[in-house]
C-alpha cells in the first residue's frame, strides 16, 4: 500500500509500505479521507518535537471498513466509519471514571510513532474506538469529527454557559470548532480574533462577530462587540502573545481555557491571573463520550460544517500540502488528503 512518510524536517514522501493486517480485536479500514492538523504540519516541519522521521502520521480520518479481526462482531465490512485516536488501558482509575484522555499510558493514534496512522491507503485500529457513522453523511465529514471534539472538550473545560461572553482567540480550525461548539452548548454572544482575513471570513460565516488583531485593539474590540469584557477565553493558538492578549481581554473572575499548541512552553504574566482571579484551564483532547457525541452530532450535519474543509488533495498534492502549511503560505485552513483520489 501507499502510505505518506515523515522523513525529517522539511522532508515527507509517499511511500509503499507492508498492507496491514488487523488483529483479532481490530479493524481494517480503507482511508477515505484524512485531514492535516496543525499537530502534523508542525512535527513536519520539527516544530513542536511531537513527530518522528520513519512515521505515518494522521488522527483526523473517515473511511470504511475492510475486514474485521475475528473477535469482532458488533462492526460490519463496509460501514462508514470514523476512529476514537486515544487509545487508552480501559482499567485504571482513569478510564473507569470516563476520563479516558487522562489515562497515564493511553497512546494517540498518529502521535506515537510506532503505531501507523492514517495518511494511508489503510490502516487498523482496535474496534472499540471505531465510530460507526450514518449512511448518508458526506463522507468527508467524517474526518472533521476529531477536530470538532477536540473544541467541544475545550469549550466544556470551560463551562461555557448561555450568558458567557466567549473570545476565541484564533480563527483556525480549533478556534472554528470552539466557535462551533461554543453555538452548540447554548453560547450567543461569540467572537473571534485572527490576523488572517479568510479566517475571519469563515468564522463570521459561522455567525461569530470577527476582530482583526493586526488593526483593532483586541481588548477594547472585544469588548465592545461583546458588550462588556469577555467572560470566557479560548486560546486556540498557544503561543505567549495569544496568551497575553487572552488575559489582557479577559473578565476579572474570567476562565481561559489553553488549548492551542503553538509551542512546548509559553511566558505567563502571573498576576494577570492571581490578581484578577482569573481561572487557566488546560484542555487536550476529550473523552470518549464526547468523541461519540460529536460523531452523532456531525452526522446530523449540522449547519456549518461543511464550510470547515478548503482544501483537498490526493497523494501527489499531499507533500505540497504539508509544505504550504508548515511554511504559512497556504490560506487554507483544513486541507483533507484522499489516497484514492478527491473524486474517489
Not at 460544517?305 to 497556504?330: C, H, K, M, N, Y
Amino acid at each position: 500500500m501507499k502510505a505518506l512518510v515523515l522523513n525529517g524536517d522539511y522532508d515527507i514522501s509517499v511511500q509503499d509500505r507492508p498492507d496491514p493486517e488487523p488483529g483479532p480485536d481490530e479493524v481494517l479500514i480503507d482511508v477515505i479521507a484524512t485531514g492535516i492538523c496543525g499537530s502534523d504540519f508542525h512535527g513536519y516541519s520539527g516544530e513542536n518535537g511531537r513527530r518522528h522521521p520513519g512515521q505515518v502520521m494522521g488522527h483526523e480520518t473517515v473511511g470504511r471498513i475492510a475486514h474485521l479481526g475475528r473477535d469482532v462482531n458488533d462492526l460490519r465490512v463496509g460501514d462508514l466509519v470514523t476512529v476514537n485516536p486515544v487509545i487508552n488501558c480501559g482499567h485504571c482509575a482513569a478510564c473507569r471514571a470516563g476520563q479516558e484522555h487522562w489515562c497515564a499510558t493511553k497512546k494517540v493514534l498518529g502521535v506515537e510513532p510506532d503505531i501507523p496512522a492514517a495518511f494511508a491507503d489503510q490502516f487498523v485500529m482496535r474496534a472499540p474506538n471505531v465510530i460507526v457513522l450514518p449512511k448518508g453523511l458526506p463522507a468527508e465529514l467524517g474526518a472533521l469529527v476529531e477536530p470538532l471534539s477536540v473544541g467541544y472538550h475545550a469549550v466544556r473545560r470551560g463551562q461555557v454557559t448561555a450568558d458567557d461572553r466567549v473570545l476565541v482567540v484564533g480563527g483556525g480550525p480549533i478556534g472554528q470548532a470552539c466557535v462551533l461548539a461554543a453555538r452548540r452548548l447554548g453560547a450567543t454572544q461569540i467572537a473571534v480574533s485572527d490576523p488572517r482575513a479568510s479566517r475571519r471570513e469563515l468564522c463570521n460565516r459561522l455567525q461569530a462577530a470577527v476582530i482583526d488583531p493586526t488593526s483593532d485593539e483586541l481588548a477594547a474590540t472585544a469588548t465592545t462587540t461583546l458588550g462588556d469584557r469577555p467572560s470566557l477565553v479560548i486560546d486556540a493558538v498557544g503561543i505567549t502573545s495569544t496568551m497575553a492578549a487572552a488575559l489582557e481581554s479577559a473578565a476579572m473572575g474570567a476562565r481561559i481555557v489553553l488549548v492551542g499548541m503553538g509551542t512546548p512552553s509559553i511566558e505567563l504574566a502571573a498576576y494577570g491571573i492571581s490578581t484578577q482571579e482569573r481561572s487557566l484551564i488546560g484542555s487536550f483532547t476529550y473523552t470518549a463520550t464526547e468523541f461519540a457525541d460529536t460523531a452523532a452530532w456531525v452526522g446530523s450535519q449540522p449547519d456549518g460544517v461543511e464550510q470547515l474543509i478548503d482544501g483537498r488533495v490526493g497523494w501527489d498534492g499531499a507533500p505540497r500540502a504539508f509544505d504550504d502549511l508548515a511554511r504559512g503560505t497556504s490560506e487554507a485552513s483544513k486541507i483533507l488528503v484522499f489516497p484514492h483520489g478527491v473524486s474517489a
